[in-house]
């Protein structure tokens, strides 16, 4: 058994995690592993570094990925400089060439939806063997329950919450959180619910300014003087404008979400002259140690992918389905996994009280 394996997209905490267990479940059947450097980019390349006992040992608990990643690249767009001219190629077949000559059998791809519809897309063009792990600290990849990096990632932000509650109490403050996820609002409804938040807002469920107040002066009269809010980065205005940070200009577009906690507080502080507080969480949440959770999960993704190669198996994504582990083909894994606003743990926070600002 000759495998690749790669790590594509943002970081998250527990890619080394996946790394050492396939390296660790490959090697233990008489295999031999290669880790490409910095994603598809690395693979196009030629970059890549031989994986044994020695090379992941220890890497359990740290974060980022040995690796290398990126989440800037397509390699069926791949940006080259001709002549001095910026141009964009299809790079599979390069990528068919260098999996060729290190003779693998398959490659291990360890990313998110953007990389497992890249990894689809090479598979179906070149016939490489691809098995898929799905991570991202968004949790809003379909087709799993859930995805390694988001239990980590929503403890760092319940802490955060934990920390805020001290001051909004001193202060007698509304303090918000704003918190990552993308178009998805997984993280700030349990880091909410976990960190005692009064309010989630979360793009799948609208608000109005007026519901969040109303919250906030129903604590007060309660003599409650001070309310935390989380809020996802996704969350747009009540007219629906999206609040963004940035946008990084490549072959596409990409968009990158972060403000929305700046507007509310300012908007919440005029209206209601409550004083209002936001703190914007950020790339804490992706770095650091995978938690217990994930390094046990981390654990069983690769060694599940280990796994399905020897069965033959292959453009799958390793997941877990109602609590199973499994793997689902990687053409069923399109579009993006929302909350259900009618969900069970939707329905859980409400019958504590917590207010998605709905009124
Ligand atoms: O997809 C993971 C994620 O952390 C999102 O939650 C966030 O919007 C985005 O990546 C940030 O990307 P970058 O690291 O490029 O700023």
Redesign the pocket.
């Known amino acids: 058994m000759r495998i690749g394996v790669l790590t594509g ?2 970081d ?1 905490p527990g890619l080394n995690a996946v790394i050492r267990a396939v390296t660790r479940a490959a090697i233990s059947k008489g295999g031999q592993v290669f880790g490409f450097k910095d994603g598809f980019k690395g693979m196009i390349e030629n970059r890549y570094i031989a994986l044994d006992h020695d090379s992941v040992s220890g890497i359990l608990i740290r974060g980022g990925t040995i690796l290398g990643t990126t ?1 800037r690249d397509n390699p069926m767009r791949f940006e080259q400089i001709v002549n001095g001219q910026k141009i964009y190629c299809d790079m599979s077949e390069v990528i068919k060439k260098n999996y060729d000559s290190l003779g693998l059998e398959a490659l291990v791809v360890i990313g ?1 939806d953007g990389t497992m519809r890249m990894s689809k897309e090479i598979a179906e063009k070149t016939g490489i063997n691809i098995v898929g792990v799905p991570k ?3 949790n809003d990849i379909v087709g799993t329950d859930i995805t390694f990096g988001f239990s980590s990632a929503v403890d760092i932000a319940a802490q955060a919450l934990d920390r805020l509650h001290s001051t909004a109490e001193s202060h007698h403050r509304v303090m918000l959180l704003e918190v ?3 178009d998805a609002g997984w ?1 700030a409804l349990h880091a909410g619910i976990a960190g005692g938040a009064d309010i989630i807002l979360i793009p799948e469920i609208p608000y109005t300014i007026e519901g969040i107040i109303k919250t906030v002066t129903d604590r007060i009269k309660r003599d409650k003087h001070f309310s935390l809010i989380i809020v996802a ?1 996704g969350v747009k205005t009540p007219e629906g404008k999206a609040i963004i940070k940035d946008i ?1 200009k490549t072959d596409i577009d ?1 968009v ?3 403000g929305i906690s700046n507007y509310l507080a300012r908007t919440i502080e005029n209206e209601s002259k409550i004083e209002c507080r936001a703190t914007i969480l950020g ?1 804490l ?2 770095g650091g140690s995978p938690n217990s959770f994930d390094r046990v999960y981390c654990t069983q993704l690769g060694v599940k992918a280990v796994q399905l190669i020897e069965e033959g198996k292959f453009q799958e994504m390793v997941a877990m389905v109602n609590g199973s582990l499994t793997s689902v083909p990687l053409s069923e894994v399109k579009g993006v996994k929302l909350v259900d606003p009618e969900g069970p743990l939707v329905q859980t926070a409400r019958q504590i009280g917590i207010s998605f600002g709905d009124g």
């Open positions: 997209g943002g998250c989440n998110g991202t600290i968004d990552m996820g993308r993280i980065e990084l990409l990158k979400l972060g790339h949440q992706r």
